[in-house]
């Protein structure tokens, strides 16, 4: 079931399908809407388009982490990781940090 908002999302994705905040907003539409696999599809893209929009990386792990897809969670984190070190991004570095340490006790890795 879409909403007006994914609808609208939609609309500005077919004006410029690389918009990396549409694509995000697009993601995280279809995660509010329980479509983890329309999520994660939104996820990649953006990640194609710009593997430097950080925050992807700890949306994307989280959803591979809730669905079972632990090793994959692994390896988005830290791929996430080495883009917030690249970045000097301070603050995602210390997220993404935290819910891998996370991912990898609770699952004894």
Not at 5 to 13: C, H, Q, S
Not at 23 to 33: G, H, M, W
Not at 37 to 65: P, R
Request: proline share 1%; hydrophobic share 40%; charged share 30%.
């Amino acid at each position: 079931m879409a909403t007006n908002r994914l609808e609208l999302l939609m609309d500005m994705l077919k004006q410029d399908p690389n918009d990396t905040f549409v694509l995000f907003a697009v993601a995280k539409e279809y995660e509010k809407l329980d479509d983890t696999a329309s999520a994660i599809l939104y996820y990649e893209k953006l990640k194609a388009v710009d593997s430097n929009y950080v925050g992807l990386y700890y949306h994307l792990g989280k959803i591979l982490e809730e669905t079972e897809e632990i090793e994959k969670a692994q390896a988005i984190f830290k791929e996430g990781i080495q883009v917030a070190m690249d970045l000097k991004d301070q603050h995602s570095l210390s997220e993404l940090k935290g819910v891998l340490m996370n991912l990898e006790i609770e699952h004894g890795i």
